[in-house]
Structure formats: structure tokens, C-alpha cells
């Protein structure tokens, strides 16, 4: 199994940036990708970016050119950065590991960005 920690959400004014990190603990070797996703109030989950074990990235279009995903070597913490965030960006972001055929999620991190 795969236990997932987020943090570092919070509140920010639009324009602002912010940096979301997930812990990952658990079966880690076994970890495939790892990636970001949200939800907002009364919106369907939306996947935001995903790294691969070999660095591949994918982002959604929203986010393209505003939001990096990266990890680090050890491959246990996974980041967001996000920059020239806008209101719309407001949402729980959940961290999601794909693992050995089973996708794992964290509890999620609020981000508001105010206007």
C-alpha cells in the first residue's frame, strides 16, 4: 500500500503562487506515477499533472504554462508548483499515486485564490 500526505495549500490573492508537496510512504518502489488532481464545490474531479517514473509530465490545458509537477530522486515527495494562479484554480488538489495497478489518494489541501 501507499499512504499519501499532502500540504501547503492555503490562501492566496490571484496572481499569487503557491507550492503543494505530497509525502509518499509505503510500497513506493512500486510507484508507476504520481500526480495532482482537484475538485472544486460542486465540480467532477479534474487531473491537473502526472510525472512518470521516467519524468514524463502531462499537465491540463487550465494549468499549461502556470503549474510544474515535479519529484524528488528519492522518489517519495511529489510537488505543484503554481504560479499566476487565478480564482478559478480554487479547489481541494489531491495527490494520487498509481501503484502496482491501484491508484491511491491523499486527503487533500485546500487552495482558495481570491480575487
Known amino acids: 500500500q501507499v499512504q499519501l500526505v499532502e500540504s501547503g495549500g492555503g490562501l492566496v490573492q490571484a496572481g499569487g503562487s503557491l507550492r503543494l508537496s505530497c509525502a509518499a510512504s509505503?510500497?513506493?518502489?512500486?510507484?508507476?506515477?504520481l500526480g495532482w488532481s482537484r475538485q472544486a464545490p460542486g465540480k467532477q474531479r479534474e487531473l491537473v499533472a502526472t510525472?512518470?517514473?521516467?519524468?514524463?509530465?502531462t499537465y491540463a490545458d487550465s494549468v499549461k504554462g502556470r503549474f510544474t509537477i515535479s519529484r524528488d530522486n528519492a522518489w517519495n515527495t511529489v510537488y505543484l508548483q503554481m504560479n499566476s494562479l487565478k480564482p478559478e484554480d480554487t479547489a481541494v488538489y489531491y495527490c494520487?499515486?498509481?501503484?502496482?495497478?491501484?491508484?491511491?489518494w491523499g486527503r487533500g489541501t485546500q487552495v482558495t485564490v481570491s480575487s
Open positions: 509505503g510500497s513506493i518502489s512500486f510507484i508507476n506515477a
Open positions: 510525472i512518470s517514473r521516467s519524468g514524463r509530465t
Open positions: 494520487n499515486a498509481d501503484s502496482a495497478g491501484l491508484n491511491y
